[in-house]
C-alpha cells in the first residue's frame, strides 16, 4: 500500500525556519515524482515545489524560490522541504504528493497520492 507521511509543521515566528518532511512507504522514491503543495484557509491548493524521480528536476512557486530547498534522501525515502526566511502568508496546510510521472508539476489532479498535511503558522 502506497502512502505518503508528512511531519514537521508548526509554529515559527516570521523570519524563521522549518524543516517539513514526506515519508513514502510502499514504493521507491527514485521511481516516483513528488510535489509539495499548500492550502490556507478559503484558499485553493496550490503547488510550492517539485522534485523529480531522479532529483535531476526541481522547481519552486516564484513566492517561495530562494527561501525554500526541496531535495530527496533515498536511503530514508523522504522528501524534505527546507523552508527558510519564512512569512506570514507561507500560513498553510502542507501536503506533499506522488506520480510515476508528472505533466504539471503545479497541479494537483497530476498526482494521484497525497499525504494528510501537516499544519504550518508563521506568526510573532
Known amino acids: 500500500q502506497l502512502q505518503l507521511v508528512e511531519s514537521g509543521g508548526g509554529l515559527v515566528q516570521p523570519g524563521g525556519s522549518l524543516r517539513l518532511s514526506c515519508a513514502a512507504s510502499g514504493f521507491t522514491l527514485d521511481r516516483y515524482a513528488i510535489g509539495w503543495f499548500r492550502q490556507a484557509p478559503g484558499k485553493e491548493r496550490e503547488g510550492v515545489s517539485y522534485?523529480?524521480?531522479?532529483?535531476?528536476?526541481?522547481y519552486y512557486a516564484d513566492s517561495v524560490k530562494g527561501r525554500f530547498t526541496i531535495f530527496t534522501d533515498n536511503a530514508k525515502n523522504t522528501v524534505y522541504l527546507q523552508m527558510n526566511s519564512m512569512k506570514p502568508e507561507d500560513t498553510a496546510v502542507y501536503y506533499c504528493?506522488?506520480?510515476?510521472?508528472?505533466?504539471?508539476?503545479?497541479?494537483?489532479?497530476?498526482?494521484?497520492?497525497w499525504g494528510q498535511g501537516t499544519q504550518v503558522t508563521v506568526s510573532s
Open positions: 522534485i523529480s524521480s531522479s532529483g535531476g528536476s526541481t
Open positions: 504528493a506522488a506520480r510515476m510521472r508528472v505533466s504539471v508539476w503545479y497541479a494537483p489532479r497530476s498526482y494521484d497520492y
